[in-house]
C-alpha cells in the first residue's frame, strides 16, 4: 500500500513540470509540499514531503535551490550561543556548526549569507574558546600557549578568507584592488557590505 502510494506521488511529481517549474523554483518546496497535498489529498503530508526532497535530489539545480533555501535560513536565524550560560556546551557545539557551513559553501561557494556566518563564527570561536585561553595556559606551559596562538592565527585567517570570499561576490577583484589602493576600494563599498567589512577586519 505505501509503495503503491510513493509511486503516485512521484508520478504526480515528474508529470507536473508546471509544478516543478512555478512552485518548486519561484515559491518554496513547502509550498510544493501542499501542492501535492491538493493534488493527492488522500496521501499523507509525510510522505509527501519525503517524495518532494527525493524529488529536489535527483536533479541538481533543485539541488542546489534547496540547499540554497537552508543556507538562507541559517544565516539570517541567528544564533542561541550568546544567550547560552554553559560556556562549555557552547564551546563543543559550535565546531559542529562551523563545519556545517562549510560543508554547504562547497555546495554554494557564492551564498553571502554563509560566508558572513562563517566569517563571524571563526572570528567569534577563535577569541573566546581559543584566543581567550592563552594567557591562562601560559603560566603552565609555553609550549601549549604557543600552540594554542598558532590555532587561533589560523582561525581568524579562515574567517578572513571566508569574508574575503562574500566581499568578492559583490565585488569582483576587491581583494586586489585594496592591496593596490585600499582607499579607492573602499570607496565602492555600500551598506549591504558593512557586516563582511566588520567581520573580515575583526578577523
Known sequence: MRNAQINKVMIALSQSTSMRAATVRERSPWNAVAYLRNLLPHIPLPLCAVCLLLALASG???????????????????????????????????????KMYESLLDETPKHTGLLLAAATGFTEYSFAFVDARIDEVKQESLERADALRDRARKLYLRANRYGMRGLEVHHPGFAAALDNDADAALKKMTRRDVPLLYWTAAS
Open 60 to 98: 541538481c539545480s533543485l539541488k542546489r535551490m534547496a540547499i540554497n533555501q537552508v543556507g538562507n535560513a541559517l544565516a539570517s536565524g541567528g544564533s542561541t550561543f550568546e544567550s547560552d550560560d554553559d560556556p562549555d556546551l557552547v564551546a563543543a557545539a559550535i565546531p559542529f556548526g562551523l
